[in-house]
């Protein structure tokens, strides 16, 4: 089993940045597949970044959103620049043994209880 926690949401203003942060346990953490998702309020849950070795991006966050991972602190982090309002939902962070980068919520097997961020207009 693994145990994935996200910290760092909050309430921002347009423009601003954040950064979340996705501690993993239970395995070892360099062979896990690391992903963001987010899910708006009355939406279906959406990709939002991936990283194994190399690391992929949803169209509406890509060069505003960095998605990185130390892994000898089993910490994965979510680098928001530049946000809108539209970026307001729950983010999860989700884990996979298959060391896989995919953008299917059904190929994570792990997932936090989520953060939310609030981005104010």
């Known amino acids: 089993q693994v145990q994935v926690a996200e910290s760092g949401g909050g309430l921002v203003q347009a423009g601003g940045s954040l950064r979340l942060s996705c501690a993993a346990s239970g395995r070892t953490f360099s062979s896990l597949g690391m992903a963001w998702f987010r899910q708006a309020s009355g939406k279906e849950r959406e990709f939002v970044a991936s990283i194994t070795w190399i690391t992929r991006y949803a169209d509406p966050v890509k060069d505003r959103f960095v998605i990185s991972r130390a892994d000898a602190k089993n910490t994965v982090y979510l680098q928001m620049n530049s946000l809108k309002p539209e970026d307001t939902a729950v983010y999860y962070c989700?884990?996979?043994?298959?060391?896989?980068?995919?953008?299917?919520?059904?190929?994570?097997?792990?997932w936090g209880q989520g953060t939310q961020v609030t981005v104010s207009s």
């Open positions: 989700a884990a996979t043994e298959l060391y896989s980068g995919r953008s299917d919520p059904v190929d994570y097997e792990y």
